[in-house]
């Protein structure tokens, strides 16, 4: 019973720190000048084209990151299972590179080659937000995505799966694409959701190099001169995260269900 009251409390507490400063910002967002309450502030994101075309360029960019990451990691994660198990660790310890050193850090390291080394590979890599920031993004993206996808390896049976497969005839790449991307397909769109979340959530980077096109960067900017507006796209966003969190539990979960 001691236990039980315990944590009622500790879930009442969370409830109130992740509740009230949400509250607290959605009346904010709420507010209008004339000291009344209305939803001009979210009318405005889609009465802005700027803003518009920041959203697109980060979904852009987060949609391509996304696939990018998932191509790199899902197969490199299954060789790794099946062919060099001993290697697990080592790759586990690379992939958390991207955790321990600060995206200050990153972005300024980035920022010196940006300014430093020219040729036509690094003006065609930084002539734009999307070939600049992607490829970063898909290396800060790899701790989260590998971790998602390797926990759902390890809660499948993959040597049997793949052995099955070879056996009636599938070659190693069909096996992966029809037996086990199925198998894990809840932390593959988790995996994915989470660059996706991250992307969108991203600012330091894109700062740093300048790139103002990108939603984050706008919400910044727009918070300059209209608080309210700040607030209420950092809100829309939010909400927009949560669906795709949805969607994915959703996905996953029809999936199991599945007989």
């Known amino acids: 019973m001691r236990g039980r009251r315990w944590r009622v409390v500790v879930l009442g ?46 979904l852009q960019i987060a949609v391509v990151t996304a696939v990018l990451v998932l191509l790199l990691v899902v197969p490199t994660a299954v060789w790794v299972r099946l062919r060099f198990p001993a290697a697990a660790a080592l790759l586990e310890s690379a992939t958390i590179l991207p955790i321990v050193v600060p995206p200050v850090v990153m972005a300024a390291g980035i920022a010196f080659v940006q300014a430093n080394l020219g040729g036509p590979v690094f003006r065609t890599l930084f002539a734009s937000s999307f070939t600049a920031l992607t490829p970063f993004y898909v290396v800060l993206a790899l701790p989260f995505a590998y971790r998602a996808v390797d926990n759902g390896l390890a809660a499948v049976p993959l040597r049997t799966l793949v052995e099955a497969a070879r056996n009636l005839g599938a070659s190693l790449p069909t096996a992966l694409w029809r037996v086990v991307l199925p198998a894990i397909r809840s932390a593959v769109l988790g995996a994915a959701f989470l660059t996706l979340a991250l992307v969108l959530g991203e600012i330091v980077i894109a700062r740093i190099l300048l790139y103002g096109d990108t939603f984050p960067v706008a919400i910044v900017e727009v918070g300059r001169s209209q608080a309210g507006v700040a607030v209420a796209l950092t809100l829309a966003s939010l909400v927009l995260t949560w669906l795709l969190l949805l969607a994915v539990s959703f996905a996953g979960s029809s999936r199991r269900s599945t007989p």
């Open 13 to 58: 507490l969370a409830l109130v720190y992740f509740l009230v400063p949400l509250l607290s910002a959605a009346e904010f967002s709420l507010r209008t000048p004339g000291g009344g309450y209305g939803v001009a502030n979210y009318l405005t994101i889609f009465g802005d084209e700027v803003l518009l075309s920041s959203l697109l360029v980060s």
